[in-house]
């Protein structure tokens, strides 16, 4: 039996100055710590003391989550830039009502290639492959409990990566997903059928914030 705990960072800087997050690299809040304390706990809930590996994208708010999930566990955690949340371009860290006014929404016929209006921005297909490779390598590992700490828009792509879905097809799936949530992957030893147990959970937090 493999499971897989995707979390999605906590509160960080950017949510409450209203700023394009992306790659643009931002600490977590003091209610950002406060519901990584609590995710952290949940996870231990549901781990117990099997043994777990930790992996987070490298990018600040979501790398000090993992800390405090890998604190809790016991555990020591990677980092790796290939579970960042997609690229703003030079829009990151702008105010998000001026990545509003810019923004053009994808045109059916190029979903994946589209730049979103933003000329140095990254596009669905480079997300996904980027994404793709990192979770293929996680869950190639042969650990059978593993975290994985990513973004609100990466977590779409991990699921999908996680359920095989083809990268073509990528460009229209969408996994919603609050600020600390939970989301639980498991594949079964008989039929090896990769199952989504649980979908941004946020159930042990007080409040949630998107």
């Known amino acids: 039996m493999k499971n897989i705990f995707v979390v999605t960072h906590t509160q960080s800087v950017h949510h409450v100055e209203n700023k394009v997050g992306g790659w643009y690299d931002t600490e977590l ?21 099997a043994s777990v590996e930790i992996f987070s994208s490298d990018l600040l708010r979501a790398s000090q989550t993992a800390a405090i999930i890998a604190e809790h566990l016991k555990s020591p955690f990677e980092t790796t830039d290939g579970l960042r949340e997609i690229s703003y371009g030079s829009a990151g860290g702008m105010p998000q ?3 509003d006014a810019r923004q053009i ?32 390598t996680i869950i190639s590992r042969p650990c059978p409990t593993q975290i994985i700490v990513t973004h609100g828009f990466a977590l779409t792509f991990v699921i999908a990566a996680w359920i095989k879905m083809p990268i073509e097809s990528v460009g229209y799936v969408s996994f919603p997903a609050s600020s600390g949530s939970i989301t639980h992957l498991r594949q079964d030893d008989y039929w090896q059928n990769r199952g989504v147990i649980a979908l941004a959970d946020v159930s042990h937090l007080k409040t949630s914030r998107g």
């Open 29 to 49: 809040t003091p209610k950002g710590k406060a519901d990584a304390q609590a995710t952290a706990e949940k996870l231990v809930a549901l781990i117990g003391n």
């Open 97 to 99: 009502q001026w990545l």
């Open 105 to 136: 929404p994808a045109p059916h016929h190029d979903r994946m290639d589209h730049r979103g209006g933003i000329a140095d921005g990254e596009t669905r297909r480079e997300l996904a492959e980027r994404v793709y490779r990192a979770v293929d």
